[in-house]
């Protein structure tokens, strides 16, 4: 079935273009046209016409529902990257997604030798107010044995996952017990944190992770700003690596806190919508505080426009490397089925006037391919690899040159760090053996670790009094790497500070796994150092035509 569809949909699209005329007549021969008030009659369009004569002629029987889901992507993949195609199936997912939280029983695990491995168990969820605890496996879920069932990590969500208040009977094997423990489990609202960490880094400044913008992220960073300024933060870093984006609300919200009033954020416009701009307001809580937004090229969408409307209004200091480019505006438009469709209706322009958008005119394939194309050029360690165009030139508010051609070029560039990469790494990486390691050293050692560490710092203390990194030498061999000791030596730095940060997270959370992780990252660094560079004149003045190696 599936076969014939695959061959089908070439002929479909191609003969809705060359023979709907033809169609048209044929159609109108068999089938009665309904009237207008003039003499002629109301023909359909070529598509409606095609799967018509598809579902009444075609020599085998189709169902109609499954070509229109397979060619509507083949259609919108003919427009722009980022028009697409939500099947019903999947609207839940991306809904709980742009909410910020979805129902469940609000665990997070992994799948470590065929069994369900809990990581972390969500403070305020349901399982931890019925003492479900951190290193439990699930082996069976409404009776049902998932142990050693190799099933996939979505099939086990969609078994804990369900409507709030409805039950979920789990059955836990925990290693100081003999018999299985069973606990009957009302499903609650669980959230998607927004912010991974918020923390002083140094002295006066403020660190702050944000993963994603959701409707909840702005409460979330309110929140986390005002906890660092009773810490008696002064400047603030905003860390938007890896941050692909999401809700516009929420990221119009969280810039507008840093701007004097009436300047502008972002606008919009599009052939049939025109330019609507989005200003600040007068409630901004913290226009004099200084700030850094860190970027690198998986910032996409909402850290794009948070980046250009800080740099654009020279309200701040954008450290790292040339962002994604996605400034596509998509709406969404429901189906009665319960699928939808996100039709890109406009671009997104900084307050300079540059499209955020990166060019997709050789075809969507070269546009996902522009990733591997930046490391081909160099770009990633080298600024002068990256291609300027110097007919999209624009001024700042303050009158700096700033350049389109897509995504946000920082003030200050910072090379991606490959010095510590060596084979050996590259062998440990392919097997992930860092990430299993570090959890299966906590699992073994999770009372000692409670005991010993009650923040990060007597953490990382307690690691290496007992050798972690030995220890992890001793398990790559056991795994059948490849020892090199100059590699080894080489890469070691850059282990050890991997071992700390992922046993951080299995024992202190997400915050503990950035405050290790995050000591020898160049780009925090070069943050950490302008922002202290600064004794008064503004940070930009500061940093001119200032650059990192």
Not at 110 to 123: A, G, K
Request: charged fraction near 25%.
């Amino acid at each position: 079935m599936n076969k014939n569809i695959k061959i089908l949909l070439p002929i479909l699209l191609s003969a809705a273009i060359a023979t709907g005329l033809w169609l048209g007549i044929k159609i109108n021969q068999k089938v009665q046209p309904a009237r207008t008030t003039s003499v002629n009659y109301f023909q359909p369009d070529k598509l409606s016409l095609l799967l018509r004569l598809i579902e009444k002629d075609y020599v085998d029987s189709i169902d109609q529902h499954d070509v229109i889901e397979q060619v509507i992507p083949e259609i919108l993949h003919e427009l722009d990257p980022h028009s697409t195609y939500i099947p019903a199936r999947e609207m839940q997912a991306v809904t709980e997604d742009m909410r910020g939280n979805f129902s469940g029983i609000g665990v997070q695990f992994v799948m470590q030798n065929d069994t369900v491995m809990i990581v972390e168990v969500l403070s305020g969820g349901p399982s931890k107010t019925l003492g479900i605890l951190a290193g439990d496996r699930i082996v069976k879920v409404n009776d049902r044995n998932i142990a050693g069932k190799e099933l996939p990590t979505d099939s086990i969500v969609s078994m804990l996952r369900g409507e709030k208040n409805t039950m979920v009977k789990v059955s836990i094997k925990r290693p100081s017990f003999n018999e299985l423990l069973i606990f009957d489990i009302k499903r609650g609202e669980i959230p998607i944190y927004s912010i991974d960490a918020a923390y002083i880094i140094s002295d006066d400044i403020g660190f702050i992770k944000v993963n994603r913008f959701a409707e909840s992220t702005y409460r979330e960073f309110v929140q986390a700003v005002e906890k660092l300024i009773g810490m008696n933060a002064q400047k603030l870093i905003i860390d938007l690596r890896g941050n692909a984006g999401g809700s516009l609300q929420g990221v119009i919200q969280m810039v507008d806190e840093f701007l004097p009033a009436n300047q502008l954020i972002v606008y919009t416009e599009g052939k049939a919508r025109p330019r609507n701009n989005y200003n600040s307001s007068q409630n901004g809580q913290w226009k004099e505080k200084k700030v850094a937004v860190l970027i690198d090229e998986f910032s996409a969408s909402a850290s794009e426009i948070f980046a250009g409307a800080i740099q654009d209004n020279d309200r701040g200091l954008v450290i790292g490397r040339r962002s994604f480019g996605k400034g596509l505006v998509q709406e969404q438009i429901p189906f009665l089925d319960g699928s939808a469709l996100r039709l890109t209706v406009a671009r997104f322009y900084t307050p300079s006037g540059r499209s955020i958008q990166k060019p997709y005119d050789n075809g969507i394939e070269e546009y996902r391919s522009d990733y591997r194309n930046r490391i081909m050029h160099n770009e990633l360690s080298q600024k002068d690899s990256i291609l300027l165009d110097e007919n999209l030139k624009y001024q700042t508010l303050g009158g700096r040159t700033v350049y389109g051609g897509g995504g946000i070029m920082p003030d200050v560039f910072v090379p991606i760090d490959t010095m510590e990469v060596t084979p050996f790494l590259t062998a440990v990486a392919a097997q992930n053996l860092i990430y299993h390691f570090a959890f299966e050293y906590t699992d073994k050692n999770r009372s000692s670790l409670n005991q010993s560490a009650a923040n990060t710092a007597q953490l990382v203390d307690y690691l290496n009094k007992e050798r972690i990194v030995e220890q992890f030498v001793v398990h790559t061999k056991e795994k059948g790497i490849e020892y090199n000791h100059s590699e080894f030596k080489k890469s070691e730095v850059l282990i050890r500070t991997q071992l700390h940060a992922y046993i951080s997270r299995n024992i202190i959370g997400e915050s503990g796994f950035y405050e290790v992780i995050l000591e020898d990252d160049h780009t925090v660094k070069k943050a950490i150092e302008l922002l202290k560079k600064d004794k008064g004149e503004t940070l930009l003045t500061a940093t001119a035509e200032e650059d990192s190696m």
